[in-house]
């Protein structure tokens, strides 16, 4: 019989929507073991793919029959898999690949404190403290492995806006710029890119550096332009550009220290200069956003939180700034300017 597809009853799309867990669970195993780079070459019979894996051949089929029936991957004959236009983004190095937010998103790092989210509802503090006993960014500085796979996630994410960031706003107005916690460097690289007679600084802690330079965003025609400067945003930014760039850096921190932050930027920011904060849009009202989305990852993670318009406008008058204007650089995305006062 064919026919429209019943339509589900609310208590139905309820229980569906806890699905989402997973289907969370089963991409990040697919991205962990590179299932989409192994199919690169054409199908493969899950014994085949099993064996090339080192996984167990009937998990890794109910994993990825799963899968296939939410359009990741295509099961082309029984019990063979192929990429489809879905899983395509699985697959390592592409532009546009989600490979390592997938990976990212099912580590420890970010996903057990999900599993403690009533400890930060009922505390008000980041579940991933009482999980790692101290806060994320000491816990990345003291295992490098997790700290990597957290950069590449950032450079990933970033990299789906950077072009409309750095597109979206005339950065070469300011003639100079320190990208703040800039982590990689993909979106200063790409600012550079759009505007070719701005300089560039790139300021983050020494050991983002050091895996900044091995990734090399800034590097071949770029190099002249550019440069690495060590920071902790806590105890002074560098001086020396006349703009101040922070993407995804404010929305980290609650309010008292991400005013630390920007009172530490007033000290850099000359007085012809401007300070740039590059961060999701929050609505005021009850629309789906991504900031709803990041803001639940900042309660449990970080302690930070997104903010509306105004609520930023307040916090940057605590650290010496006027908000000048707002910009829509991408759909969920905005470029926050701010004059010193
Ligand atoms: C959420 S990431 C954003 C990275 C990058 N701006 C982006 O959007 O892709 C936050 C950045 O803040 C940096 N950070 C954290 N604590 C810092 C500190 N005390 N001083 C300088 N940078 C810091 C981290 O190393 C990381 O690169």
Redesign the pocket.
Known sequence: MSGPPPIASPQQLLAMATNGLTLHQTLYVAAVLGVADQLEGGPAETSALARRLEVDESALYRVLRYLASQGVFAETEPRTFANNDVSRFLRTGVPGSLRPILIFRGSGYFFEPYGRILHSVRTGLPARSAVYGMDG?EY?RQHPDD?RI??DA??A??AMMAPAVAHGYDFGAWESVT??????G??LGEILRAHPRLRGVL???P??LARARERGFLGGDLAARSGYAD?????EVPAGTRAY?????I??WDDARARE?LRQCRRAVPADGALLL?ETRLPEDSAPALGKVVDIAMLLL?GGRERTAEEYRALLADGGFRLSRVVAAAPEIAIIEAVPV
């Open positions: 960014f990345l700290a957290f950069d950032m450079t994410i970033t990208d703040v916690g800039g982590g990689n993909l979106l300021a983050d802690q050991d983002v920071c902790d945003f806590f105890r760039l922070m993407k995804s850096v929305h980290d932050i590059v970080t």
